[in-house]
């Protein structure tokens, strides 16, 4: 639910061409996630592992955004 927010500050404040590519990145290990989930739930690690760092990459890199923003 809290993807989608964090991407568009993203792609508003830095770059929307890097939020496209770090929210491939999430939806792939969401993918994964899933795929691994249906399979074996205890191999469903990874695939959460990938699309939290990508998540963290778009809300840090959202943060630093606005807040670069608001000094300038």
Do not use: E
């Not at 792609?11 to 929307?16: D, G, P, R, V, Y």
């Not at 939020?19 to 399979?39: E, N, Q």
């Not at 760092?53 to 606005?66: D, E, K, S, T, Y």
């Amino acid at each position: 639910m809290a993807f989608l927010p964090v991407l568009w500050v993203f792609a508003i404040f830095l770059s929307s061409l890097w939020a496209t590519g770090i929210g491939c990145v999430w939806l792939l290990g969401r993918v994964w996630y899933a795929r691994a989930y249906a399979c074996d739930p205890k191999t469903r690690g990874k695939g959460f592992l990938v699309s939290m760092l990508a998540f963290g990459a778009l809300a840090l890199g959202g943060a630093w955004g606005v807040l670069r923003g608001l000094l300038v």
